[in-house]
């Protein structure tokens, strides 16, 4: 048995890989764990790397991919050093195009072995997923740490900026000088007055996380807050038997902090006092109202008042509602489903194409829009990814857009999903959309149902009709 067909009965054994092949080379990457194996057929022998993206901009979110691909390249540089003995090197690098560069780091013309191959993949299964046993400041590599250090220095200032502009655009001013009004500062210390901030009213405190947002008041009451109705007026949830309910206009004010930073955000109460919103670098604490249940009744008046003005508007109108969750699809029939979609809403020439069993959680779609302009009928070109998960899609999964975009030398992107998208995630997609200027859709779950409803032939192929 030639070693050609070795190797692709090896690569058999694994789903989640796309495998190239050409008369002169193999070329295999295992996206789970961030391997690429190059088999040179004429030589017969192996080139094992990882490839790594970074983007040079100087903004917030492209210094965060560029930190996250630092410590991969340092995690994945360890993990080659441990396997092989000896460390990996830079096989190229080369530009994507502005702003963007790969670097591939690992090892060429590495003999043909089979077993080698296997365990390999193996120990990187087994190690690239728990960083915790790694200090990457101990490991072998002290440039590329000096070098991660840096890029987290930068996004820790850039933050602050973005921190102490926000304050100012929205009148806060620093509490450290009213510690005598305030007895919980009184325990802080060797933090910046400019980094704690009150707005006019009272009614919002900002804070670094390096302080605990929990020493305010007893930290033994908190407790995360799980489920969330983010109302007209109100901010609503409810805290074991009790509930909470905060003015809507004071949450967005600080949803906008975190939007600016790029972070995710955790929500907390003492379910009493206040509502702390809680990122990776910075928290915010908001006044509860006093009479929850007042604000839960205004809301439930403004819901129903609205149904009813809707239904009058819709008497012979039938609504359909989803009897399955449509990550109960097969991959293959979510994928179908997805182009029929698409071939229903108007898109040409509409095309599956990558594999089922891509690490993505799903195939790629290619599709024509076209579209009216004063010139006439114009045509762009669009490319589709299909994620069927039951997992919220973060913003890392996302990380390649632009890529896939120039990949594909497409105009635009659309996103089909069976799971919500993080809140990252959606600032990922905004953060992508105004930096290149394209047109980004996205159809998370509960849209895509919706969505659905207006094609109910389209309900009944895949038994997902049900007359509300």
Known sequence: MSNKIKFLEFLDGYEEIDVFEDN????????????????????????IFSS????????????????DAQYRTIIISQLFFGFFNKKPEELSTFSLGCPFDENEIGYTNVDFNIDLLDKLVNHLKNNVYKPEIFNIGKLNFPVEYQLYLEIKENISRMKNDLFLQFAKNNNFKS?????????FLQNISDVDEDFIQINDNKTILLGPTTVDPFIIFNKE?????????????????????????????????????????GEDINYYTDSNTMLCMKGDSFWTIIMLIKNPKECIINEHTLIKKMHKNFNLCFTNFKFYKNNIDLYKLTAE?????????????????????????????GRDIEAFEEYNTLFGVEKRKWIFQCKRTDKSISKKELSDIHMLLDEYNADCYGLLSTSSL??????????????????????????LEIELEKYP????????????
Request: a negative charge; aromatic letters at 12%; proline letters at 1%.
């Open 52 to 67: 790594f993206v970074y983007d040079h901009d100087e903004e917030l979110e492209t210094l965060k991919l560029h930190l």
């Open 175 to 183: 509490v450290m000088s009213m510690k005598n009004a305030f007895s």
């Open 422 to 447: 993080s809140p990252s995630a959606i600032d990922r997609i905004n953060t992508i959309r105004k930096k290149y200027n394209k047109l980004i859709q996205y159809y998370d779950g509960k849209n």
């Open 221 to 261: 009451k908190y407790c995360e807050i799980e489920k969330i109705y983010d109302g007209i007026n109100y901010f609503i949830s409810s805290v074991a038997e009790s509930h909470i309910a905060v003015n809507k206009k004071l949450v967005s004010i600080c949803k906008n902090l975190f939007f600016d930073l």
């Open 333 to 361: 029939e979510f994928e179908h489903l997805c182009k029929k979609f698409l071939d229903l809403k108007g898109f040409k020439d509409v095309r599956l194409i990558g594999k089922t069993t891509a690490a993505d959680g």
């Open 24 to 47: 002169d080379e193999i070329r295999v990457e295992f996206y789970e764990i961030s391997l690429i194996i190059r088999y040179d057929i004429k030589k017969d022998t192996l080139d």
């Open 457 to 468: 032939q389209l309900m009944e192929i895949y038994n997902l009709k049900e007359i509300i």
